[in-house]
């Protein structure tokens, strides 16, 4: 079965630096087959997923940090991309996001439209939060945040990202 795993904070201002050549290595020693990623912070596809506590143990023991690791099955990650209800942001898809959750989010969806600003819009669709930013990520208060509202760790990807992962899902 193929899945996406998702890593948080690798390659991300210095700090937990995790070659995508090393990844592979370490993903196909714990079992995993067919391991492909996608540019450098943490995006990969493969078959024969091992469990996100196994990565994060390998990761931490091969290279002395331990990102936050979600292993999504492919039916899983295929509905997010189907689910999002701001499909109208997909035109600039730098400015749509998603949240991945670690667990079901035990989200105050009151606090989290609290925490909106400048048009930003958020819904949450099962383990997944969709931020549209029409002023761009880097400008939004609400990522440093996101977390806490949700009760539950999260890693974000863009628009683009998770469209280039689901294609690659589905590439022989």
Known sequence: MRSVLLLRGINVGGHGKLPMAELRALLEGLGAREVQT????????LAQAPKAEEIAGAIEAAHGFRPECLVIAAEEFRAALEADT??????????LHYFFCARQPAADMLAVEQALDNGERAEL?????????????GKSKFPAKVERLLGTPATARNFSTVAKLAEMLDAP
Do not use: D, T, W
Not at 38 to 45: A, E, K, P, R
Not at 125 to 137: I, Q, W
């Open 86 to 95: 701001f499909q109208e942001a997909r035109a600039e898809p730098k400015l």
């Open 125 to 137: 669709a099962g383990r997944v939060l969709y931020f549209h930013a029409p002023n761009g990520m």
């Open 38 to 45: 996608y540019i450098q912070s943490g995006n990969v596809v």
